[in-house]
Nanobody
Framework: QVQLVESGGGLVQPGGSLRLSCAASGRIFGIDAMGWYHQAPGKEREWVATITSGGTTNYADSVKGRFTISRDNAKNTVYLQMNSLKPEDTAVYYC????????????????WGKGTLVTVSS
């Protein structure tokens, strides 16, 4: 069973920083891409950032220049460094792993973490 566990959320003042981590565990042969999504109260879940197996990064316009996604393939871990946080960044942040291969020549599947809450408020 593949599990994704997020950590690093909490309460921070506007302009502050947080670093989120997400570790994938289980029998994993490969992951095509990992990313972050967030969901604010009363809103739909939205994509934030993605890093592919080739190291290509993409960001939502709302976080470009402020957030940085990175990975450690040896640990199957993805990070999200969040700087210059704004109140509108307040949301539950979810980790996603896309194209996870758990058995040779099997169909790759997607997995989600349960989320970590980020609250930006003074």
């Amino acid at each position: 069973q593949v599990q994704l566990v997020e950590s690093g959320g909490g309460l921070v003042q506007p302009g502050g920083s947080l670093r989120l981590s997400c570790a994938a565990s289980g029998r994993i042969f490969g992951i095509d891409a990992m990313g972050w999504y967030h969901q604010a109260p009363g809103k739909e879940r939205e994509w934030v950032a993605t890093i592919t197996s080739g190291g290509t990064t993409n960001y939502a316009d709302s976080v470009k220049g402020r957030f940085t996604i990175s990975r450690d393939n040896a640990k199957n871990t993805v990070y999200l460094q969040m700087n210059s946080l704004k109140p509108e960044d307040t949301a539950v942040y979810y980790c996603n792993a896309k194209g996870v291969l758990t058995r040779p020549w099997d169909v790759a599947k997607d997995y989600w973490g349960k989320g970590t809450l980020v609250t930006v408020s003074s």
